[in-house]
């Protein structure tokens, strides 16, 4: 089963909140015949357009395939959440690579976040930008490393505004009895992705770039992209599929595992808006499988929490998120749950991304693992830059690739599974 047609109706954007709140653009038009161009993009989420639009800011043509809506996948239904640095804190990053890859891959995760901010104040963008994001400790060696992290950003990579909580203050900001402590820090900020994701489009189709909606790649080989309305010929493709890649191409399937994540947006809160969050930051907890969540512009909770590993949602969204959101804000019991939506991401083992060449003029950015709206924008600009002869950046984020999953053949998804669900498990039972 494909993961494109597993949960969601052809061409139809979930009932997300953001859906609701977002006016779509008009229909791009499906491919019919074959046609050619210098690159030709798989996918029409945040790697993909940005990828369009930087390559098209260099002289090329380019054509952008989505098997159904722009923005349909992980980039018009996650979390919002725009984060400095990587997926993996500095002080893995230091011990895995040493500190001068390090510095550069803090440095590509810094530059990502500015790309976000740039290109919305670029191209008029009404994306809600709001910044600042805190960490939330569950246990008290969790708040212990998140003040140790603060006082490590601030020292080593000049993150002025890294300040450590302890349980008052994060109670104050937050709240919530639950955690021990945590963390702020103001560079990073959230935004609504999906009318980020129009606005991404709009660019790059300003810019000269071709979407073709509807348009579902059947095959992918050097120099031409096959669809069943057309072939699109060209000298490089690029695979922004992430979560959705299917079969497309082993290669980097074989570093990258699909999971799908689950998100509600209750009624507005009103004047209890400011009981839950004291300020409009964006907060991420410190829990295996991570619950996240921040105040809409119209003062409703987005809450994501759960995970399941399989092809299908569960039958009740709202439930599966509304549990952790319950765990955090008992007082929210009596609230309505107005939206409920899920979504496919892609993780990896070592929740670093996957910047891969697999073949010949076939490139590839995928596996976010939960870090991806501002990765994935700059991993556009990377990759057209790899294209147009600048490998620089490329290679450091290349040099970081993460290893392949197990080789277990059809049972490799379901033993990832186990092991994804005990590390649940140990969240569930506070180990």
Known sequence: MNLLHANDRPGTYPGSWYAASAEPLPPFPALDGDTRADIVIVGGGFTGLSTALHAARLGYDVAVIEAHRVGFGASGRNGGQVLVGQRKDQVWLEQTFGKDDARKLWDIGWESVELVKSLIADHGIYAEWRTGVADAAWSAEDAAHAAEYAAKLRDDYGLASAQALDRDGIRALIGSEAFHGGMIERASGHLHPLRYAFGLAKAAVEAGVR?????????????????????????????????YLGGLERKVAARIMPINNFIVATEPLGDRAREVLAEDIAVADTKFVVNYWRLSHDGRLLFGGGENYGYRFPKDLAAVARKPMLEIYPQLADVKIDHAWGGTLAITRSRMPDFARPRPGIWSASGYSGHGVAMATLAGKILAQAMHGDMSRFDVMAK????????????????????????ALRDRLGM
């Open 400 to 423: 970081a690739r993460p290893p392949a999953l197990p080789p277990l053949g059809p049972a490799r998804g379901t033993l990832v599974a186990l092991a994804m669900s005990w590390f």
């Open 211 to 243: 979407i073709y909606e509807r348009t579902e790649a059947q095959s992918v080989k050097t120099g031409i992209v096959r669809t069943a309305s057309g072939t699109i010929r060209a000298d490089q493709v690029v695979l922004a599929c992430n979560g």
